[in-house]
């Protein structure tokens, strides 16, 4: 048995695949909604962390626009390590407190940055970016990973982004931890 596959997905039987189509002209918190559900249904019946990551890194980047970077880094012995991600090649090891992704491990809080460049120790792994939304992935009041986001368009993410991620990095902490 295979998971639902959410209101916009469609499982491919014969490709084993899903076949998801995002509408970018739904409101925000829509395309959010439609965005949980499909990240939901595609790690509802794996239980490797590596593989659930690569797909929602897969399904942020097919969903959002205006993005050059989306992927996480997870907590491994008190730092944070590259995870599964797309986009350029990126810094491998961030500590607890250095940019803004150690900022969101540090603290356990969203960091959302309008301009990158005005944020104190900011690491510049892609030139491209201007502005960057960190969201801490929890389980059990813990932070064990983070999702990244980059996008070359300084301001991009606003109120709506942040809670939208939220929800989604709520929804998928379980099935991100081996
Ligand atoms: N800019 C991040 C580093 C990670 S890359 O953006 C992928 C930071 O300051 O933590």
Avoid at 45 to 62: C, P, R
Avoid at 75 to 92: N, Q, R, S, T, W
Wanted: charged share 25%.
């Amino acid at each position: 048995m295979v998971a639902a596959p959410g209101k916009r997905g469609r499982w491919l039987q014969e490709a084993g695949l899903y076949d998801f189509a995002p509408d970018r002209t739904l409101a925000k918190p829509v395309l959010y909604r439609d965005l949980t559900d499909a990240a939901r249904a595609l790690v509802a019946e794996e239980s490797d962390g590596v593989a659930n990551m690569a797909n929602v890194a897969a399904l942020l980047w097919q969903w959002l626009p205006q993005l050059n970077w989306a992927g996480f880094y997870r907590v491994i012995d008190g730092e944070l390590v590259l995870g599964p991600f797309i986009g350029k090649p990126a810094c491998i090891r961030i500590a607890f407190g250095q940019g803004v992704c150690g900022a969101a491990a540090a603290l356990g809080k969203t960091q959302r940055v309008d301009d990158v460049h005005a944020f104190p120790g900011h690491i510049a792994c892609d030139a491209d970016s201007a502005a960057e939304l960190v969201v801490p992935v929890l389980r059990d009041g813990k932070v064990i990973a983070v999702i990244d986001l980059d996008s070359p368009v300084r301001g991009r993410f606003d109120g709506e982004d942040v809670e939208g991620i939220e929800r989604l990095a709520a929804a998928i902490a379980e099935a991100i931890a081996n």
